[in-house]
């Protein structure tokens, strides 16, 4: 995702939002996205708020295939916003804590 936003950039777009999929879309139509524009960090983070709701057990999932396994279609990976967002859910989950405060107000990444 890091590297296809790079390359994005390079190319005159930015990243709007992620589904799985990364939406790019072209610099000259930025002005209509001012309210929706944020950091690619915060772009996952909001996929990842969203996974469970929308997939039950999705969170978990990856947790296991790119912290865990850390290979993927060949691929190493080291996902240390995974990582850091699925222990910070486990541990506040038997709190009921809004996922969304978690991440935008308590969660740090190094």
């Not at 992620?18 to 002005?31: A, H, Q, R, S, W």
């Not at 709701?53 to 993927?72: A, C, H, M, R, S």
């Not at 709190?95 to 935008?104: A, F, L, P, V």
Request: some cysteine; hydrophobic content about 35%.
């Amino acid at each position: 995702m890091y590297i296809i936003n790079k390359e994005a950039e390079k190319k005159g777009y930015f990243s709007l939002c992620y589904t799985g999929n990364l939406f790019l879309v072209k610099n000259e139509y930025k002005y209509l996205f001012i309210k929706e524009i944020k950091d690619l960090k915060y772009i996952y983070l909001d996929f990842l708020s969203h996974l469970e709701t929308t997939n039950p057990g999705g969170l978990k999932y990856l947790y296991n295939l790119f912290v865990i396994k850390q290979i993927f279609n060949g691929f190493s990976f080291k996902n240390k916003i995974l990582k850091e967002y699925y222990e910070s859910v486990n541990k506040f989950q038997n709190q009921k804590i809004n996922i969304k405060n978690i991440m935008y107000n308590n969660f740090k990444i190094a």
